[in-house]
């Protein structure tokens, strides 16, 4: 069975930075396009980067260009985001999903809150 | 690239029928087949109900139909039941190596 675990979520002031992960299990990770899709409280589904089986193709919303990056470990089954330069706008719940049929996310996780407030 | 715009929301009886619109351009929903719907109840993460306009992934009920014409794509849900109350939202590749979602619409079941 699919899992997704996602973690390092919480409370960072503006400015700062975070580290968020995902853990995959029941599948075989290095075969997939991984996202993570961030949404603000109350509101609607963004998406905010993706990432190709081998690391090599990354692509970023252009709100978090150059200061979110993207990586996965493929022996460690790990999909992670570090976030840096964070600003109030950040706030949201953040899903990695897996991109498992054409054009679409079939699995997500639970989500991690990442709340930026001075 | 803009949201994909929803209406805030619809409603219908038990055993009736709503469709939600998804509006977009040429560029993104009119340009591609890779327009997926997503359920999603409160505090949970999203669902997958139909990919590729029009497809349904396994485990979702045949009460969940997708379509499109031109730059606008829509979701069907037939029968309608209590636990379909929820927050629906569109995608669609939005060329240039970007998704995009629609802002969401809210099913309220009467």
């Known amino acids: 069975e699919v899992h997704l675990v996602e973690s390092g979520g919480g409370l960072v002031q503006p400015g700062g930075s975070l580290r968020l992960c995902c853990a995959a299990?029941?599948?075989?990770?290095?075969?997939?396009?991984m996202m993570w899709v961030r949404q603000a409280p109350g509101k609607g589904l963004e998406w905010v980067a993706n990432?190709?089986?081998?690391?090599?193709?990354?692509n970023y919303v252009d709100s978090v260009k150059g200061r979110f990056t993207i990586s996965r470990d493929n022996a460690k089954n790990s999909l992670c985001l570090q976030l840096n330069g964070l600003r109030a706008e950040d706030s949201a719940v953040y899903y990695c999903?897996?991109?498992?049929?054409?054009?679409?996310?079939?699995?997500w996780g639970q989500g991690t809150l990442v709340t930026v407030s001075s | 690239q803009s949201a994909l715009t929803q209406p805030r929301s619809v409603s219908g009886s038990p055993g009736q029928s709503v469709t939600i619109s998804c509006t977009g351009t040429?560029?993104?929903?009119?340009?591609?087949?890779?327009v997926s719907w997503y359920q999603q109840h409160p505090g949970k993460a999203p669902k997958l109900v139909i990919y590729?306009?029009?497809k349904r992934p396994s485990g979702v009920p045949d009460r969940f139909s997708g379509s499109k014409s031109g730059n606008t794509a829509s979701l069907t849900v037939s029968g309608l039941q209590a636990e379909d109350e929820a927050d629906y939202y569109c995608?669609?590749?939005?060329?240039?190596?970007?998704?995009?979602f629609g802002g969401g619409t809210k099913v309220t079941v009467l």
């Open positions: 990432i190709d089986g081998d690391g090599s193709e990354k």
């Open positions: 590729e306009v029009n």
């Open positions: 299990s029941g599948f075989t990770f290095s075969n997939h396009w």
């Open positions: 040429s560029s993104d929903v009119g340009g591609y087949n890779y």
């Open positions: 995608s669609s590749y939005g060329g240039n190596k970007n998704w995009i």
């Open positions: 999903a897996r991109d498992g049929l054409p054009g679409a996310r079939d699995y």
